[in-house]
């Protein structure tokens, strides 16, 4: 997969996030996904009904914007690893955060099978308070 192609790819899929729109968000990703973040609880989320239940929760209490850094392609083009700065904000409002973090993201054509997400979650304390 050409590195033109795949920036493509992730652009679309840093936009389809941003727009928080779970339709659109699961528009990018295969039937069977795998699908992990630091919000997962190390169990990780299998398959698009489960992702749809996760992204609607996270979507209605997290206000998230990303911006595209860089992609790196994985071998024979296979997926990449996307780095990214996201800033993050209760929905509610109040004070936002600044983060940089990484996917990992495996793919079945021009649709995500595998994404693994990576960032410092001790970022979001200030935003959680003492009892989160």
Not at 94 to 102: D, L, S
Not at 105 to 111: E, Y
Request: aromatic share 10%; charged share 25%; net charge negative.
């Amino acid at each position: 997969m050409a590195d033109t192609k795949l920036s493509k790819l992730a652009t679309r899929f840093i936009d389809a996030w941003n727009s928080q729109d779970v339709d659109q968000v699961l528009a990018c990703y295969t039937d069977d996904v795998s699908y992990w973040d630091p919000g997962t609880r190390g169990e990780g989320i299998q398959g698009q009904d489960a992702l749809r239940r996760y992204l609607s929760r996270l979507f209605e209490a997290w206000k998230m914007h990303w911006s595209l850094r860089e992609v790196y392609a994985l071998q024979e083009g296979e997926g990449a690893a996307v780095l990214w700065r996201a800033t993050l904000q209760k929905a509610s409002g109040g004070a936002a955060v600044e983060v940089n973090g990484m996917d990992l993201v495996l793919l079945a054509g021009d649709r995500i099978r595998r994404n693994d997400v990576y960032f410092d979650r001790a970022v979001l304390a200030p935003l959680l308070g003492p009892s989160s």
